[in-house]
């Protein structure tokens, strides 16, 4: 007796994706962002363009609205990513909710290959890869371009852009509206205790324009990490789930060793004879080169070119210091009783 073949689950029928684009004074990025929308493979969906504008002052709105988008204006006393895109998602119609950011460029097969996940009743978020859009034009951007570099397969979070289930996003409530970072791990946290998957394929997804061009901008947006580290670690303390606290203790251990470094040194100077103070000045700069060898090793995989997987190994010590800064601020913050507003580190493209 032959056994009937088994049937895998169709693909999503005359599926509407909604497209939420969140911006602030985005200018020329927004405009692009909007273009790659158009030009992506929608020939197995039907779509729409939602974009959510933080009380822009550079006519984004009004380009945002001769492009087709539909245009939702928010102008909160303390704006953040999260308030935008909740605005974007429950005026959306779509069952799937593709949420971009206005910075980056849509690949035209992302969604397709995406929506094919959503095969799997379990899988909620689908999320592939974002790289950045002009890696040469700073030392910046050619180093936190790594950063975007996930393996493929379950993940705990997403960034920004991913493509979700509306009924997910309705049975969570969507994300925090009182945090200005970190608002995606905290509600993939609350997505996952639900059961679902959060899924990281191996396509290409978005390229970005992260415009880090300064190490002022690159100390802010540091620190703005280090505020999403300590505000969502406290939170989740005693939970079953303790989201970074891991990550918050590490750059609290980290940062402050890198901080007293050169206060001990100069103590040594003091204290020590010469002869003393050069030798342990050279243990240091032993075990300083060991571990950028050892950092730069370990994230072989995410580069074949040898200078940026130095580069960012540096990058990834150094930049403990601001995120420790952070971190402490935001522990301030919550002892006197204060909300931080949103911290921006990216200078406006120019007006429309």
Known sequence: MKTAPSVEPPLPAAALVSVVVIGRNEGKRLTACLKSIHAMNADLFATEIIYVDSDSSDGSPQAAASMGARVIRVKPERPSA????????????????LFLDGDTLLHPEFVRRALAQFRDPEAAIVWGHRRELAPAQSIYVRVLDLDWVYPAGDSEFCGGDALVRRDVLERVDGFDQSLIAGEEPEMCRRIRAHGYRIVHIDAPMTRHDLAVN??????????????????IASRFRAGPDPLWQAEARRNLIHGGLLLSAPFLLLLGAVILRPAALLLACALLSGLGLSLLARSA?????????????WFYAAHSHLQQVPILFGQLAQRLDARNGRQRRLIEYKPSSGSL
């Not at 300064?214 to 505000?231: K, P, Q």
């Not at 090793?297 to 997987?309: E, F, L, P, V, Y």
């Open 214 to 231: 300064t190490f002022r901008a690159y100390w802010r947006r540091a620190f703005r990490a280090g505020h999403a580290y300590a505000e």
């Open 82 to 97: 999260a308030l935008g895109r909740n605005a974007g998602w429950r005026a959306a119609r779509g069952q799937y909710i």
């Open 297 to 309: 090793r370990r994230c072989a995989w995410k580069s074949d070119d040898a200078i940026t997987r």
